[in-house]
């Protein structure tokens, strides 16, 4: 299974950038599909997740109200829609995908994207 992420960009504080995460195949035994983060200096965090069959979403405290997480079955997609940004949400983010485990963790994703980079300019 492979994921290619999209959509990272130079935007303005304030703006509003969409990423977009998409499979290869293989997707019949997800549970969640994530979106990570990390900054120069700082390890890895979750942003949020989204359960593959169902409703659930999950958002990190910091982006709760101004990122939303989407996902598509029938074409294998997961979108974030990211509004309001901030400096703080500089960072490289990636899409994963998780058949068990902990939505949060990292180490429950066994499938990760290259990476997008996001920078927030003030």
């Known amino acids: 299974v492979q994921l290619q992420a999209s959509g990272g960009g130079l935007v303005q504080v304030g703006g509003s950038l969409r990423l977009a995460c998409a499979a290869s195949?293989?997707?019949?035994?997800?549970?969640?599909m994530g979106w990570f983060r990390q900054a120069p200096g700082k390890e890895r965090e979750f942003v949020a997740a989204?359960?593959?069959?169902?409703?659930?979403?999950y958002h990190a405290n910091s982006v709760r109200g101004r990122f939303s997480i989407s996902r598509d079955n029938a074409r294998n997609t997961a979108s974030l829609q990211m509004n309001s940004l901030k400096p703080e949400d500089t960072a490289v983010y990636y899409c994963?995908?998780?058949?068990?485990?902990?939505?949060?963790?990292?180490?429950?994703?066994?499938?990760w994207g290259q990476g997008t980079l996001v920078t927030v300019s003030s």
């Open positions: 994963a995908a998780s058949s068990s485990g902990d939505w949060y963790k990292p180490e429950s994703y066994e499938y």
């Open positions: 195949d293989r997707t019949f035994s997800w549970q969640h």
């Open positions: 989204v359960r593959w069959r169902g409703s659930p979403t």
